[in-house]
């Protein structure tokens, strides 16, 4: 069965970096998409960016353009998610999350989504 | 990048109840759209892709519909397991985007 299991909490000092681990199981790691999500406490879930696993490729939401690094392991089969130079209000749990896709043949392009999650981490930014 | 608003924020509904639970684009996105619902302290989890698509496990009282920028959230029978906070999602531009969410309490 599909797993995603997250690395734990992580107290940090303002000004610090963070790496936060996925380690997936129960399927082909290297065929698939991988997104990072966040959700600050009683906020709304925030997309961060996706890397694909096949070629390393990735996307990041603008918020997080130079900040955050996304980077798989293929022989673990494990996604992490940095994020650098860490404030009061990135405290949040975060997510990875692996994605299908369905082809769309009327758009002639893949449409992603999120079939499994990880159970979270969270990391609290605080002097 | 593309803003989804969804409405309303909350919403009181009864055991039974037909709830709907709407989704708008700032531009058009096709079907490039997707729902989860999260419950406090669990990961979200996926309802349904591309609008319409149930995803497997998902029960049949929950339906999607709408296409380009409008799009529709149906929950039939809610249950007391369906009070959670709902989001879409748009997968159509390079920087994915979520609803500010919806939800859905006991009346």
């Known amino acids: 069965q599909v797993q995603m299991v997250q690395s734990g909490v992580e107290v940090k000092m303002p000004g610090a970096s963070v790496k936060v681990s996925c380690k997936t199981s129960g399927f082909t790691f290297t065929q698939y998409v991988i997104s990072w999500v966040r959700q600050a406490p009683g906020q709304g879930l925030q997309w961060m960016g996706r890397i694909s696993v096949y070629n390393g490729d990735t996307k990041y939401a603008q918020m997080f353009q130079g900040r955050a690094t996304l980077t798989t392991d293929t022989s673990t089969s494990t996604a992490y998610m940095e994020l650098r130079s860490l404030r009061s209000d990135d405290t949040a749990v975060y997510y990875c999350?692996?994605?299908?896709?369905?082809?769309?043949?009327?758009?002639?392009?893949?449409?992603?989504?999120?079939?499994?999650w990880g159970q979270g981490t969270l990391v609290t930014v605080s002097s | 990048d593309i803003q989804m608003t969804q409405s309303p924020s909350s919403l009181s509904a009864s055991v039974g109840d037909r709830v709907t639970i709407t989704c708008r684009a700032s531009q058009n996105i096709a079907n490039y759209l997707n729902w989860y619902q999260q419950k406090p302290g669990k990961a979200p989890q996926l309802l349904i892709y591309a609008a319409s698509s149930l995803q497997s496990g998902v029960p049949s009282g929950f339906s999607g519909s709408g296409s380009e920028t409008d799009f529709t959230l149906t929950i039939n029978g809610l249950q007391l397991e369906d009070f959670a906070t709902y989001y879409c999602?748009?997968?159509?531009?390079?920087?994915?985007?979520f609803g500010q969410g919806t939800k859905v309490e006991i009346k």
């Open positions: 999602q748009q997968t159509y531009s390079t920087s994915w985007t």
């Open positions: 999350a692996r994605q299908s896709f369905e082809w769309l043949p009327k758009q002639d392009r893949a449409l992603y989504y999120s079939d499994y």
